[in-house]
């Protein structure tokens, strides 16, 4: 896929052309870092090039959505094409996406990140990982979605393109985290073993309902420390 | 948790065709071959219908566990409905079902689909969908990396061992003869709960030896079974270690 942009009377256009899939994952997180740090700005995703999204890259929308509204900045999507349209409709992302020929967001309510997963619409949501820096300004990884075998590549890449220095807090925030299964607390559980080695305390986050009841079922969560953010 | 129950057994199970899928006479023959009829969607009929199609993605799966439909088969390349009776024989029980590939049970994500099923069908309570669907998720999970693509846990030990197992993994789903091996998850109910069996093509494992082994707290692997007999009511195993059953 390929990304441009262009700033217009104070309005971010990022044009979308081609293929839009977890391969283009790296290219994304610019667009996530920018949508998260421009306060009380207007964006526009034109997708009149987008041919195609899989699951992964509506998880990476859905993260740059999460990410603008915190930062207070507003995102439309336009330029549509009918084939997405489908997909926006199936997954029910129109109603939390400001996008143009499909219901917009109702509520301020509906205008919240909603879950990845939709029993309506049967979406699937993949694993979505987006490195930050805390309010400590240690490294921190923010994972969102469904994070299950099939994500372990994704994790460890991440993980790896973080590359925490040695003496550092390494935090993996679980926050957005709708589902794990055991290959996905293994993963976690190697990614902490490794860091030690390298001398990088590795700490879990803001566990949510199920994925706080799968660290006690499995007792992980006495091997991994886990922080709370009061905020959450 | 709760379930309903019809109050009469079901009429025969029938297969119906979207998208693409085998030809009409191959159609005809398969269905001979396990006992059912073929159905039209424009014809209305009181059978639990199974949809047949090749073009399965996340929303051709939801959509075929969504009433009428009960199920889904998908085809081999030459057409064939290769363990396709599970299916039906579930679907004529009241119950759900799906027979896929490992291409696409690996992408479709059948546990969550099937858990989501169980909620508006069965009246699930969301304490169990959970449970449903991490069982469901551990289970095809193991019949798909260790029984179908033949993958050994023991890489999954270490940061490098984690590396080489997403590499095998993609190497494995580009062999077409392990690609088209079989998954095929069924969900029944039982009166007082129900049964949810998921059944690989792979060499069989050894559950007896495996559910032996306790968990310990840092294992990083061969968790799955551990969670799955925590979370089900029962458990117990068959067809040589290529079946599981789950009671919730």
Redesign the interface.
Known sequence: MELKHFIHDGVVTVSFTGRFTSRDNDDFLPVIADVAARGGRHFVFDFAGLEYMDSFALGLLLLAHEEATKAGNAIRVRGVQPALHHMFELTGMGKVLDIEGLDTPQSPQSNQPRPFRSHAAGAAGRLAAIAVLDGRGEPALRLSGRFTFADIDDFTHSLERLAAPSGSRLTIDLEGVEFMDSAALSSILIAREDSLTRGVDLRLANPRGRIRQLLELTHVGEVVPIDDDPSH | MTTTRPTDAPPPAALVVAGAGPDRALLAREAAGLGVGVASFEAPTDSPLILVTSEVD??A???SLTPPLCGLIEPDDDGRLTLGAPVIAAAQRGGIGMSLTTKTA????PA??LA?AL??RQGVGTDAE?KI??AV??AV?NGL?HGNLGIDSGL????C???A??QL?TDRLAEPRLAARRIVVVAVPTGDGIEVTVTDEGAGFDFAARMEQP?E?????G??L??IR??ARSVRYGDGGRSLHMLF
């Open positions: 996340v929303p799966l939801w959509e690996y992408r479709a994500v969550e689909q989501a909620v508006s959970w669907e991490l998720q551990e999970t990396i999954r030990r270490s940061l061992g984690m590396k197992f997403g993994l968990v707290r840092e294992a990083t692997s968790r799955g551990g969670i925590k979370i």
